[in-house]
């Protein structure tokens, strides 16, 4: 069933939904850390930086 499936998804399209579910996540949590970066930096809790 599978390859019935697959065959007519080109290659690239298939790489690139597995790419783009991979980069989504790690951009948001880049987001996030850059973000609780900036709330440390402006709290001035003298925590060393990560």
Request: net charge negative.
């Amino acid at each position: 069933m599978f390859e019935i499936v697959s065959a007519p998804v080109p290659p690239p399209v298939a790489g690139g939904g597995f790419v783009a579910g991979i980069v989504r996540p790690v951009r948001s949590e880049t987001h996030a850390k850059a973000a609780e970066h900036a709330e440390r930096k402006s709290a001035g809790d003298g925590s060393l930086p990560e």
